[in-house]
């Protein structure tokens, strides 16, 4: 099936919506509980951090965390207010590229399984990205 077709088939309008919604539930778990999140990222058992570096990947989790609330508001706010969404929607691609980039660039020394996940979450939501924008057009 053709990305054409695919579009076709979706209401963009809800899509949007839905998008923007999963985005700031995502950054505001990241915020709130950033512990939870660093369970799933690949990298060093719990065990193996000291208290510092904990420290230093709960402000990182809280950071991405702050971008994906962000990236969500800022798509939900211009869709409520009529203005241009696809900005938005191509600015959360950028920030999924660059996180599978970054998981890329770590891959041989991260644990295989996770990684794999990762990474196929990232270029996954980067590549409906790019569909959704188009989309919207």
Request: overall charge positive; cysteine-free; proline content about 4%.
């Amino acid at each position: 099936m053709r990305l054409t077709q695919l579009t076709e088939k979706i209401d963009v309008d809800a899509t949007v919506r839905a998008v923007g919604y999963g985005r700031i539930a995502l950054g505001v778990s990241y915020l709130a509980a950033p512990g939870v999140a660093l369970r799933l990222w690949p990298g060093p058992s719990r065990g193996v951090t000291t208290h510092a570096n904990e420290a230093i990947l709960a402000m990182m989790a809280r950071s991405i965390g702050g971008r994906d609330v962000g990236l969500g508001m800022g798509a939900l706010l211009a869709q409520k207010h009529g203005s241009p969404v696809r900005g938005w929607l191509e600015a959360a691609l950028l920030a999924d590229v660059a996180d599978a980039v970054a998981i890329l660039l770590a891959f041989r020394h991260l644990p295989r399984a996770k990684a794999v996940l990762m990474l196929g979450a990232a270029v996954g939501t980067a590549a409906a990205g790019r569909a959704l924008a188009s989309a919207v057009g």
